[in-house]
Nanobody
């Protein structure tokens, strides 16, 4: 069993910053890619950013230059530093991880989501 627990969401005014964290726990042998996705009301879930175990990153065009993903492999934790936030960044943010368990199984795991609200 593997769990992802997110924290750091909340309300902020446009132009402000938030930092999201997501910690993985359970029967983990290793974690490959970790990422953040978001789903705004009435819209499909979309990719925000991903990061490999080696530190390679990928971002959605809409967040490039404003949002930075990072991870601490020793802590099985991924972070999302969000700056210059816009009202259109309002969404539920979900953490995702590709986990290789101690039972030698590959799992794709999702967190429960954390709400980010940006007011104009």
């Amino acid at each position: 069993q593997v769990q992802l627990v997110e924290s750091g969401g909340g309300k902020v005014q446009a132009g402000g910053s938030l930092r999201l964290s997501c910690a993985a726990s359970g029967s983990i042998f290793s974690i490959n890619a970790m990422g953040w996705y978001r789903q705004a009301p009435g819209k499909q879930r979309e990719l925000v950013a991903t990061i490999t175990s080696g530190g390679s990153t990928d971002y959605a065009d809409s967040v490039k230059g404003r949002i930075t993903i990072s991870r601490d492999n020793a802590k099985n934790t991924v972070y999302l530093q969000m700056n210059s936030l816009k009202p259109e960044d309002t969404a539920v943010y979900y953490c995702n991880a590709e986990v290789y368990t101690i039972l030698k199984r590959y799992l794709e795991v999702w967190g429960q989501g954390t709400l980010v609200t940006v007011s104009a």
